[in-house]
């Protein structure tokens, strides 16, 4: 999977004492993100980590999302992970 080289997006949870924090990659050409979870840059690890195909640099991806815009919101790419978090009681 080949991504943009300048698009990205990081990304976090802050609530409740929480530092989590993940990167969104955009798919070269296409209006697909990909979100990557990275178990040694935060304290929470997942709970299933072979579930999720790890990436060199980028850590576990955890999620695909079809995103029209080519650029995705803090606030909406937040809303993202917080999602997931809360799917896999990591938060």
Known sequence: MLFEDNVHLHVGYYEN???LE????????KDIWCLFYNDETNDIRLPDKLAYPYINDFGNLIGI?????????MEYGNDLFKDFLKLLNMI
């Open 22 to 29: 993940g990167i969104f990659l955009k798919v070269y050409n």
């Open 17 to 19: 004492g929480y530092d």
């Open 65 to 73: 999302y079809n995103i029209r815009d080519e650029v995705l919101t």
